[in-house]
Nanobody, 120 residues
Framework: VQLQASGGGLAQPGGSLSLSCAASGIIFSINEMGWYRQAPGKQRDLVAMITYGGTPKYADSVKGRFTISRDITKNTVYLQMNSLKPEDTAVYYC???????????????WGQGTLVTVSS
């Protein structure tokens, strides 16, 4: 299974960007889809995730500004980022829990990362 992230780039403070991440390969089920980010010199932290049942969860720092959504038919998760701040600058990684077959365990799969830079 591979995750392909796209989107990101440069935005001004207060601006918006959107990310998407699509899974390909042998997929029976995806339990959770999420976005993490890692700023230079810092650890990788959860930004947002959406559960199997469709419940979104957000880091406090992005609540009210970021929206996570998914298209199950396309095995794709999205992250809409509004009111961006310089402190949102980081490499953003998508992360899925993927099971390849009925009864198989869910394995964690990471995307390659996409850079988001917020600067004037």
């Amino acid at each position: 299974v591979q995750l392909q992230a796209s989107g990101g780039g440069l935005a001004q403070p207060g601006g918006s960007l959107s990310l998407s991440c699509a899974a390909s390969g042998i997929i029976f089920s995806i339990n959770e889809m999420g976005w993490y980010r890692q700023a230079p010199g810092k650890q990788r932290d959860l930004v947002a995730m959406i559960t199997y049942g469709g419940t979104p969860k957000y880091a406090d720092s992005v609540k009210g500004r970021f929206t996570i959504s998914r298209d199950i038919t396309k095995n794709t998760v999205y992250l809409q980022m509004n009111s961006l701040k310089p402190e949102d600058t980081a490499v953003y990684y998508c992360n899925f829990g993927v099971s390849p077959a009925l009864g198989s365990r869910y394995d964690e799969v990471w995307g390659q990362g996409t850079l988001v830079t917020v600067s004037s």
